[in-house]
């Protein structure tokens, strides 16, 4: 069965760090795009960080530029969003998505292969 599965997510203390990591099972993520969105309480999923099959093409959303990295690990078949300096405001539920497109149109509407989302809470 194919799935996509975050995880790492957590309470951490503002300027805290956290990593997380999306991992494939069933299917290779080698040749997709992979994002790395999120979403808070009342508001619309949005694009945290977008990456190319070879790594060549990276985006990062304003709010988390000099924050957050992404790589990505084909042979372990795995994404990982590594996340410091982190704020209450990036209090969210994660979420990784396979998508096809250029990752620097790093929407939602562009991923269609969703994991089940991870939830990282920033205490003030």
């Known amino acids: 069965q194919s799935q996509l599965v975050e995880s790492g997510g957590g309470l951490v203390q503002a300027g805290g760090s956290l990593r997380l990591s999306c991992v494939a099972s069933?299917?290779?993520?080698?040749?997709?795009?992979i994002g790395w969105f999120r979403q808070a309480p009342g508001k619309e999923r949005e694009g945290v960080s977008c990456?190319?099959?070879?790594?060549?093409?990276?985006f990062y959303a304003d709010p988390v530029k000099g924050r957050f990295t992404i790589s990505r690990d084909n042979a372990k078949n795995t994404v990982y969003l590594q996340m410091n300096s982190l704020k209450p405001e990036d209090t969210a539920v994660y979420y990784c998505a396979v998508g096809t497109l250029d990752p620097q149109l790093c929407v939602p509407e562009g991923y269609d292969y969703w994991g089940q989302g991870t939830q990282v809470t920033v205490s003030s």
């Open positions: 990456i190319s099959s070879t790594a060549g093409s990276i």
């Open positions: 069933g299917f290779t993520l080698d040749y997709s795009t």
